[in-house]
C-alpha cells in the first residue's frame, strides 16, 4: 500500500504527532508499504535515515504561499498514492483532495478551533464548554470549518473514546470514528547533561500553551523547597512562563530546555523523579505513555482522554484540573514517598504492557487504511 502522509509538526518538533507520525511511518516502511511524510519545518534537517520519503515545507513562510504550497506537494504525493492519513494540515489534505482525490483518513487528536481561540485568547471556556457555547463570529465560523473539512474524511482515527464522541458530535458518523490508543516508542535513553540539584526532580514535556496549566506548577512549585523543574518543549507561552518564574523568584528552579529528541525525552524522564501534565485538556496524553516506559511515575489531571491511560492509584495519580491547592498537596505527597512512587512506577509498567503496544497498533490502523483504500 502507497500511504501519503501529511503531518503538521514531525521532528525535532515537540508534541502527540510529532512522537508518533515517525514511529507509524516507520513501521508501515517495515512491513513493506511506500510512506510519504508532508510536513511543516522550522528549519531544513537531514530525513536519511528514515526508511520512508520526507518533504519539509518552511513553516515561516507567509501563510497563503505556505497553504498553496503545502497544498500542492500533497496532491504530488496523493497521485502515487492509495490513501491519504492526514495527522494535521488538515485543510490542506482536504483541498489537495480536488486536484488528486484519494480516500481521505484523518487521526484526529483535538480540536483546533478550541485551541486557536484560546491561544489567541479569545475564550476561557474549556473544550466541551466551547462545544456547546455560542462562541464569536470568528470562532463559530472556525468551528465551522472544523467541523466541514473532518466530515470529509472516509474515516478518522481518535487515540482515546474521549475524543471519539467529541469527534461524533461535530456531525461524523460514529460507525466512521475508531478508537486506537497510541504506543510509545521506546528508544534508548540519552541522558542530559543538567547541573547537580541536591533535591527532587520535576518533568514537565510538551507543547508551552495555556492548557497545558504550566504557570500554576511554577505559582505552586515556589512553595516547595528543594524541588526543581525541567520543561522540554516549546511553545507561545515560553516568554509569559519565564516571566511568571522571574517574577517569583524561581528561575534558578525552573529550567527550560527547548525541544529534545525522543531519546533525549526518555533520558530526561529516567532523569527525573515524577512527570506532572498539569493540563485542563488532553486527548490521549503520549507522555503518559512515555513515562511509563521510562519508569518515571505520573502526576496528571483527571480531564479528556487521560483517565483512560491512568488509574488512580495504580498507574499514576489524578488529580482535579486547575486546583492549585490540590497540585501541591498530591507533589508534597508524591515527592515525599518513594515507596507510592514505586508502586505507581510498576503500574505503569503494567498497563503500557498490557494496552498500549506497537503490534496491536498497526494491526488496527493497516485495517482502517486499507478499508478506506478498498
Not at 488496527?364 to 486499507?370: G, I
Request: hydrophobic share 45%.
Amino acid at each position: 500500500m502507497r500511504i501519503c502522509l501529511p503531518t503538521g509538526i514531525f521532528p525535532p518538533d515537540i508534541g502527540g504527532p510529532a512522537s508518533y507520525v515517525p514511529r507509524i511511518a516507520r513501521a508501515l516502511a517495515e512491513r513493506g508499504h511506500t510512506v510519504q511524510v508532508i510536513t511543516l519545518s522550522d528549519a531544513p534537517q537531514d530525513d536519511r535515515g528514515y526508511p520512508f520519503a520526507v518533504e519539509r515545507i518552511p513553516r515561516g513562510m507567509a501563510r497563503l504561499p505556505r497553504m498553496l504550497r503545502t497544498i500542492a506537494a500533497i496532491a504530488r504525493a496523493a497521485r502515487e498514492a492509495d490513501v491519504v492519513y492526514a495527522n494535521g494540515l488538515f485543510i490542506e489534505a482536504v483541498l489537495a483532495q480536488a486536484i488528486a482525490p484519494r480516500p481521505l483518513v484523518m487521526k484526529v487528536v483535538g480540536d483546533w478551533a478550541w485551541e486557536r481561540a484560546t491561544l489567541n485568547r479569545r475564550t476561557h471556556d474549556g473544550l466541551e464548554d466551547f462545544q456547546r457555547r455560542r462562541q464569536g463570529p470568528r470562532d463559530e465560523a472556525v468551528k465551522w470549518l472544523r467541523t466541514q473539512v473532518t466530515r470529509r474524511a472516509a474515516h478518522v482515527i481518535a487515540p482515546s473514546r474521549y475524543l471519539a464522541e467529541i469527534v461524533s458530535a461535530w456531525g461524523v458518523e460514529r460507525r466512521r470514528v475508531s478508537v486506537i490508543y497510541n504506543a510509545p516508542d521506546l528508544p534508548l535513553p540519552l541522558a542530559i547533561d543538567l547541573p547537580p540539584f541536591e533535591g527532587r526532580t520535576i518533568a514537565v514535556i510538551g507543547r508551552l500553551v495555556p492548557h497545558k496549566g504550566i504557570a500554576s506548577l511554577i505559582r505552586v512549585v515556589k512553595a516547595i523547597e528543594r524541588v526543581r523543574v525541567l520543561i522540554a518543549g516549546e511553545g507561545p507561552s515560553r516568554p509569559s512562563l519565564e516571566q511568571i518564574a522571574s517574577d517569583l523568584g524561581v528561575s534558578s528552579r525552573v529550567t527550560f530546555l527547548d525541544a529534545i529528541p525522543g531519546e533525549k525525552v526518555a533520558g530526561l524522564l529516567r532523569q527525573s523523579d515524577l512527570m506532572v501534565l498539569n493540563s485542563t485538556y488532553e486527548g490521549l496524553p503520549h507522555v503518559v505513555l512515555e513515562a511509563f516506559a521510562a519508569g518515571t511515575p505520573v502526576l496528571a489531571t483527571r480531564v479528556g482522554g487521560t483517565p483512560e491511560v491512568v488509574e488512580h492509584g495504580v498507574s499514576g495519580w489524578l488529580i482535579p484540573s486547575g486546583d492549585e491547592a490540590e497540585l501541591g498537596r498530591a507533589l508534597r505527597m508524591l515527592l515525599g514517598d518513594a515507596a507510592l512512587r514505586e508502586r505507581l512506577r510498576a503500574g505503569g509498567r503494567r498497563t503500557l504492557e498490557g494496552r498500549f503496544r506497537l503490534d496491536s497498533l498497526m494491526q488496527q490502523t493497516l485495517s482502517v487504511l486499507e478499508g478506506a483504500a478498498r
